[in-house]
Every structure is written in C-alpha cells, then in structure tokens.
C-alpha cells in the first residue's frame, strides 16, 4: 500500500512532464547523437529503472525462494527422523531397573544399665 502512495504520485508527474514536453530535441551521448522528444526520453528512462528493479527484485526473490525451499527440505528430513525415533521408542520393552542390594545397618544396641560390653571372639 505504501509502495502505491510512493508510485502512483511519481508516474502521474512523469506522464504530464512527458505529455507537456513534445518538442523533438537533439540527444547525444559521447559520439551519438538522435532526436527525441525530452518526455519520451523521461518514460523510457523511467521503464529502464523499473525493469533494472524488477530484475534486482527477482535476483534477491530467487535467492530466498531457494534458501526457503532448502530449509523446508531439511525440516521434512528432521520430521521424519523424529517419526523414526518415536517409532523406535514405541517398539521398545520398557527398561528393566535393577534393584540394588541394600545392607542392613546394624547399629549397637547399649545396655541398659548404659555401658557397653564388648566381647572379643
């Protein structure tokens, strides 16, 4: 929409700038020379630069067309890769946990009169 507001104004001064200056002028440039009109040589001026944009506009378009169609490849191949893996795990015996071989504590038991006695064996 913005691009519209910028455009239209622009062309519609173009066209009248063209459309007001019909007299044929000697044009040269280093060693050529033509008649032409200022407002025909201002339109196509202005065709020039558009297609100039619309080919820089293709240029950066096709890179990011390619960079996006790479990207989405490479999500459908971790997709699938994820869908391996869940399959995977799904087929899987569930893990087995060993229980480990717990020692009972012993503690010294006191006695009541409260000293130990200890006996060598």
């Given amino acids: 929409m913005?691009?519209?507001?910028?455009v239209v104004p622009?062309?519609?001064a173009l066209?009248?700038?063209s459309a007001s200056n019909q007299d044929p002028?000697?044009?040269?440039?280093l060693t050529y020379s033509w008649k032409?009109?200022?407002g025909v040589l201002a339109l196509s001026v202005g065709a020039l630069a558009f297609l100039l944009g619309a080919f820089c506009l293709w240029v950066v378009e096709f890179r990011q067309g390619r960079r996006a169609r790479k990207a989405e490849q490479q999500v459908r191949d971790?997709?699938?890769q994820l869908a391996q893996v869940r399959a995977m795990l799904a087929n899987r015996a569930p893990p087995v946990?060993?229980?480990p071989d717990v020692q009972p504590?012993?503690?010294?038991q006191l006695n009541p009169a409260g000293s130990e006695e200890h006996s060598n064996v």
């Fill in 2 to 6: 913005i691009r519209l507001i910028i």
């Fill in 10 to 12: 622009f062309l519609l």
């Fill in 15 to 17: 066209v009248v700038f």
């Fill in 25 to 29: 002028l000697d044009m040269w440039m």
């Fill in 36 to 38: 032409c009109s200022l």
């Fill in 78 to 80: 971790l997709e699938a």
């Fill in 97 to 99: 946990v060993p229980v």
């Fill in 105 to 108: 504590v012993v503690t010294p």
